[in-house]
Every structure is written in structure tokens, then in C-alpha cells.
């Protein structure tokens, strides 16, 4: 795959397509899913929430923090994680800006 030229593009693009991509498994919805419906930070029950390997778990966690749509803190001997607030309503704000800005979403486009 060739290079991107990032200076062709936004600050805003930049990030939106890297939290987009982060998005683009399953396994990592399921565990923002999972973090929102909690309504709290979690610990260590999404191993058993999710049904994927402790591992497995930890690495699409680290995804989700990488791109800033989760935080963790240490509590003991675990990490619990949480939904970024900012971040969070920052994509949402992007996602929105993209959708609603088509004039030619109709049958008589293209």
C-alpha cells in the first residue's frame, strides 16, 4: 500500500478516519457498547461480557485509548476504562458534520 500524503488532508480528517478505523471491528463496539451501557468505568468484566481472551480484550482496549475514545486509570492491581468525554463528543460532532452535509442524498443523484 503506498504512502498517504497527510498534508493533502485535515487535521480534522486525520483524526476522524483514525477513530473510523479503530471503529471498524466488531469486538471494539461491542466493547464501547459495553462501557456506555454500564454507565461506569470498567474493570475486568469484559473478558467474561465479550467472550474473547483476556489478550484479545487488552489489545482492542488499547486501540480504543490509542485513538482517545477511552481512558483508563489504575485501580489496584487493574486497569479500569471509561468513555473519554471529550473525545467522544468530539467524533460524534465530526460524524454528524459528515452525514448531514450531502445536498444529494435522493434517487435523482448520479
Known amino acids: 500500500m503506498g504512502l498517504t500524503k497527510i498534508d493533502n488532508y485535515t487535521i480534522e480528517q486525520i483524526e476522524l478516519a483514525q477513530m473510523m478505523k479503530v471503529l ?12 456506555i451501557n454500564t454507565k461506569k468505568c470498567v474493570c475486568g468484566s469484559l473478558v467474561t ?11 482492542h482496549l488499547k486501540e480504543l485509548k490509542s485513538v482517545g475514545l477511552i481512558q483508563g486509570t489504575i485501580e489496584g492491581t487493574s486497569m479500569c476504562y ?5 473525545n467522544w463528543n468530539k467524533l460524534s460532532n465530526q460524524i454528524t458534520i459528515l452525514l448531514t452535509s450531502a445536498s444529494c442524498i435522493d434517487d435523482e443523484c448520479c
Open 82 to 86: 471509561c468513555i473519554h468525554p471529550e
Open 24 to 35: 471498524g471491528h466488531p469486538a471494539r463496539i461491542a466493547i464501547l457498547q459495553s462501557i
Open 49 to 59: 461480557e465479550i467472550g474473547l481472551a483476556q489478550s484479545t480484550i487488552s489489545q
